[in-house]
């Protein structure tokens, strides 16, 4: 995988761009970084070769489409063998409501990025994760209001 220290200033451009609108048309990208399309297009598939661009997503307005609550789960377990690891990573990946998920340092052992409908949808949800694997302690936390939702740093 290419290192970051690899990403010239046309990569970074690129990157920019697609991070912040990837329906954007190979023209449209090639014309405002300088390029013509076809090497600005050698330059999007290497970094998508390389496992630098993962995938293009489409962000959808949470409200809208029915889950305006995000819940920040924190996990402590008092297993830490690879076959609970591999059961809670299984947990995880079937739990759509799940939407990010991350393995921290420190006192809490993961961090979950929650979305539901409501507190309601958030309890069941709740049950069925302590009744899938066996956990010491879930804290939940409710976000209440979005102050930035953006692309990473490039």
């Known amino acids: 995988m290419a290192d970051n220290k690899?990403?010239?200033?046309?990569?970074?451009?690129?990157?920019?761009?697609?991070?912040?609108?990837a329906s954007l048309s190979l023209a449209e990208v090639a014309e405002k970084v300088g390029l013509t399309p076809t090497p600005c297009w050698k330059r999007i598939r290497r970094m998508e070769q390389d496992g630098i661009?993962?995938?293009r997503v489409a962000l959808l307005d949470p409200a809208k489409i029915g889950v305006p609550v995000s819940v920040f789960v924190a996990v402590e377990t008092a297993d830490h063998s690879s076959q609970w690891l591999e059961r809670f990573a299984a947990v995880v990946a079937g739990m759509p409501?799940?939407?990010d998920a991350w393995r921290m340092s420190g006192d809490v052992d993961y961090l979950l990025h929650v979305v539901v409908a409501d507190i309601a949808a958030y309890d069941e949800f709740y049950r069925r994760l302590i009744a899938a694997v066996p956990l010491r302690n879930v804290t939940s936390r409710f976000a209440m209001e979005r102050l930035k939702d953006g692309p990473l740093p490039v």
């Open 97 to 99: 409501e799940i939407v």
């Open 6 to 21: 690899e990403l010239d200033r046309l990569d970074r451009s690129i990157l920019r761009l697609l991070a912040e609108d």
């Open 53 to 55: 661009i993962l995938r």
